[in-house]
């Protein structure tokens, strides 16, 4: 068999995982007839067809993704020692891309990174809001923020916060209303402002603490939503109980604007971790990036 083009499997590898000529032609900075012909020149020689093409896009054969699987990690492994080259510099740069919840990054993420920005202006930072367990490696992120107990074993976990508590709130014009529940089992009859988690398509049962005990307890209402912010809005607007972290209801509460409701039942989870695979070998960048989130007491 003919001499194989690298630069062509290295193309193969882009379209395959972006599903797309436009957005791997965007990535590579090359143009979608170049990589079409890269393609076709790659299964000629191959003797195989690798990419499936229809007018909804691309997806990988049988033997493309076979040959996927074998060679995307070895490429994966070339652009980190790359990059780990590349961050050798005298001055730290690079993207670093983290994966967390609105709540992680409004009230940890966004306040830390800031300074450390402004200091070293050669590192970027993206962030990507997101309530799913996600798969920071195969998304092809750096690290990710989840509640301490729910990362995985074979990541190391770094705490960025301190533990922090679930409350459930409502506004004074609700409670006017409707009587306050007494007993987690009472929100049943209320109108209460639910959240979908993407991971799981279905909506996410409020955690409440009672005489010792976790309960999971699944609420019905007007609204839904996939985001923290807007279910706090939802309910200073009076359509009915939120189910949201006490920090960002704090001021709120402070202020009058909202009460709390089950105050008794509120319960505490494990703090913010960023969390990242074990084999990865850390950049300046990311390094200086950790050490600004990391929790200190």
Request: with cysteine; charged share 20%; aromatic share 8%.
């Amino acid at each position: 068999m003919a001499r194989i083009d690298y630069n062509n499997l290295q193309t193969f590898v882009v379209v395959a995982r972006e599903r797309s000529f436009t957005r791997a032609a965007r990535q590579l900075g090359v143009s979608q007839s170049a990589l079409s012909h890269a393609i076709r020149g790659l299964e000629e020689r191959l003797g195989i067809r690798l990419l499936s093409r229809t007018t909804r896009g691309v997806s990988a054969t049988e033997a493309g993704e076979r040959l996927l699987a074998s060679i995307g990690p070895h490429y994966d492994g070339i652009e980190i020692e790359l990059s780990a080259l590349s961050a050798l510099r005298d001055k730290p740069a690079g993207t670093v891309r983290i994966s967390a919840q609105d709540h992680a990054i409004d009230t940890i993420l966004w306040p830390r990174l800031q300074g450390l920005l402004h200091d070293y202006p050669d590192i970027k930072v993206e962030l990507n809001i997101n309530y799913g367990l996600v798969d920071i490696v195969a998304e092809r992120f750096d690290a990710g923020v989840r509640d301490g107990s729910l990362v995985a074993r074979d990541m190391i976990a770094v705490r960025i916060a301190p533990d922090y508590r679930m409350a459930v709130v409502g506004a004074p014009a609700y409670l006017a209303r409707v009587a306050a529940p007494a007993m987690p089992q009472a929100l049943a009859g209320h109108q209460c402002i639910n959240l979908r988690l993407p991971t799981y398509g279905g909506l996410y049962a409020w955690e409440l603490d009672q005489d010792g005990k976790r309960l999971e307890i699944h609420v019905d209402g007007q609204w839904v939503f996939n985001t923290t912010p807007q279910m706090l809005r939802a309910a200073l607007a009076g359509y009915g109980l939120a189910y949201v972290p006490e920090d960002i209801a704090r001021p709120h509460l402070d202020s009058g604007a909202l009460q709390p409701v089950l105050q008794h039942c509120w319960p505490t989870f494990t703090g913010y971790h960023l969390y990242y695979p074990s084999r990865r070998q850390p950049s300046p960048a990311f390094s200086l990036v950790v050490d600004a989130l990391r929790y200190r007491g």
